[in-house]
């Protein structure tokens, strides 16, 4: 039986939710952010809300909904302040509802299995965004994939370039270890590239639907996703400290 769930979000990322939620489960209503979504809420007997709101808004919607103890997947960041997103995860314990940040790349079936002394990340893609942006569309998602090296190193140095006529930035981080992470980001190419090493990340199969489909119907595990996306944002929050952004 499909359950009941609800989207907050009309964008572009929230019109291909809609089109993967549609399939897997019943979608009450899709919202704008600046409707009333509360009461929505109340009127549905919803298993998951859904919110792929502008990055601003996250905080105060996510709260507003964990409130009426109700679950809840929000699109990636979970807030642009760490310390809110803390505070939304208590929130969630408090309730005792589900608080799922979204987390596709672990439904990838490919990993990193080791890391070089060097490493190179490399993204591409033909985007219209707030060139910082980059942080949360590409850097959060490689934090993720490498999350497992990566919380066990501590940063020594940060260096970052960009390149603004061709929308290119490069983060060069050193780590205590003597490991380096070189994170070349372009969001002016129509060619789209996603490799760590020689690893290529681009993939064919519905890694999003697989996604949706396993928060709905119980098959993620909550704390360590919540785990996993503190620690992201605590990872970029001292990038851009480093790289006095």
């Not at 919803?46 to 792929?52: C, E, G, R, T």
């Not at 502008?54 to 909904?65: D, L």
């Not at 997947?73 to 997103?85: G, H, Q, R, V």
Request: proline fraction near 1%.
């Amino acid at each position: 039986m499909k359950l009941n769930v609800g989207l907050i979000g009309k964008g572009k990322w929230g019109s291909i939710l809609k089109s993967k939620l549609s399939e897997i489960a019943n979608l009450k209503f899709v919202l704008g952010k600046n409707k009333n979504y509360l009461d929505f809420i109340r009127d549905n007997k919803l298993s998951w809300i859904f919110v792929a709101s502008p990055n601003n808004t996250h905080f105060e919607i996510v709260k507003n909904c964990l409130n009426l103890r109700v679950n809840v997947f929000c699109e990636k960041p979970l807030s642009t302040n760490y310390l809110e997103a803390e505070k939304l995860i208590k929130i969630a314990q408090q309730n005792k509802v589900k608080l799922y940040v979204s987390d596709i790349y672990s439904f990838h079936n490919k990993k990193p299995k080791k890391l070089l002394l060097i490493n190179r990340i490399i993204r591409s893609k033909k985007i219209v965004v707030n060139d910082n942006e980059f942080y949360y569309r590409f850097m959060y998602h490689d934090i993720s994939i490498l999350f497992n090296f990566l919380k066990n190193y501590n940063i020594k140095r940060v260096d970052l370039k960009r390149f603004i006529k061709k929308k290119l930035f490069r983060i060069n981080i050193q780590f205590k270890n003597n490991k380096f992470f070189l994170f070349e980001y372009c969001l002016n190419k129509k060619i789209k590239e996603h490799y760590i090493n020689d690893i290529n990340f681009i993939t064919k199969k519905d890694i999003l639907k697989k996604m949706l489909r396993s928060i709905i119907y119980g098959k993620v595990n909550i704390k360590a996703n919540n785990r996993k996306a503190l620690f992201i944002l605590k990872f970029l929050d001292k990038i851009k400290k480093y790289s006095k952004i």
